[in-house]
């Protein structure tokens, strides 16, 4: 059985900083391309930061770009979003995924979210 389990949200202050991870069973991270996602309440979900298997590609919507970094820990079991100068905008739940290739068009398996709120 295949999960993804997102971990590290909570509330910080507007400008504050956030780590979340998300640790993977039965799923090599490492081998596949991951992303993260948020949804803020009335709102669609949204793209946030992915990570090419084959390669450190990392790409970022525009909104996050300079300010959210995507990362693999040194073991590849951990996927990472450290979220830097957070403003309210920011306040989510935030889903990791996983899919074979960055090109496919479907992400395969997410995880539950966790949430983050930012505090103005």
């Known amino acids: 059985q295949v999960q993804l389990v997102e971990s590290g949200g909570g509330s910080v202050q507007a400008g504050g900083s956030l780590t979340l991870s998300c640790a993977a069973s039965?799923?090599?991270?490492?081998?596949?391309?991951m992303g993260w996602f948020r949804q803020a309440p009335g709102k669609e979900r949204e793209f946030v930061a992915s990570?090419?298997?084959?390669?450190?590609?990392?790409d970022y919507a525009d909104d996050v770009k300079g300010r959210f970094a995507i990362s693999r820990d040194n073991t590849n079991k951990t996927l990472n979003l450290h979220m830097d100068r957070l403003n309210p905008e920011d306040t989510a739940k935030y889903y990791c995924?996983?899919?074979?290739?960055?090109?496919?068009?479907?992400?395969?398996?997410w995880g539950q979210g966790t949430q983050a709120t930012v505090a103005s």
């Open positions: 995924a996983g899919k074979r290739r960055c090109i496919d068009d479907f992400y395969t398996y």
């Open positions: 039965g799923y090599t991270i490492r081998y596949n391309c």
């Open positions: 990570i090419y298997a084959g390669n450190d590609r990392e």
